[in-house]
Nanobody, 121 residues
Framework: QVQLVESGGGLVPPGGSMRLSCAVS????????MAWYRQPPGKERELLAR???????DYAESVKGRFTISRDNSRNTVYLQMDNLKPEDTAVYYC???????????????WGQGTQVTVSP
């Protein structure tokens, strides 16, 4: 069974920084793209950043220049460094990964449980 476990959320003041981590564990054949999403209160989930296995990254305009996605393939972990945080960044943050497992080479999307990030004085 594949699990994505996020860590690093909490309360941060405006202008502050925070780093989220998401570790993938379980029976894994290969991890392809990894990504971070967020869901603000009362809104739909939105894609923030995506990174390929080779390290190529893309960002939503709302976070470009403030957020940085990275990954450590040796640890099956993806990170989201968030700088210059704003109150509108308050949301539940989710990691996502496209993974194949040994019993099936079909790629499937897996999600973390979500971690709350609150930006407030």
């Amino acid at each position: 069974q594949v699990q994505l476990v996020e860590s690093g959320g909490g309360l941060v003041p405006p202008g502050g920084s925070m780093r989220l981590s998401c570790a993938v564990s379980g029976s894994i054949w290969k991890i392809f793209d990894m990504a971070w999403y967020r869901q603000p209160p009362g809104k739909e989930r939105e894609l923030l950043a995506r990174i390929s296995g080779g390290g190529s990254a893309d960002y939503a305009e709302s976070v470009k220049g403030r957020f940085t996605i990275s990954r450590d393939n040796s640890r099956n972990t993806v990170y989201l460094q968030m700088d210059n945080l704003k109150p509108e960044d308050t949301a539940v943050y989710y990691c996502n990964a496209d993974i194949t497992v040994p019993t099936s080479r079909a790629k499937s999307a897996y999600w973390g449980q979500g971690t709350q990030v609150t930006v407030s004085p």
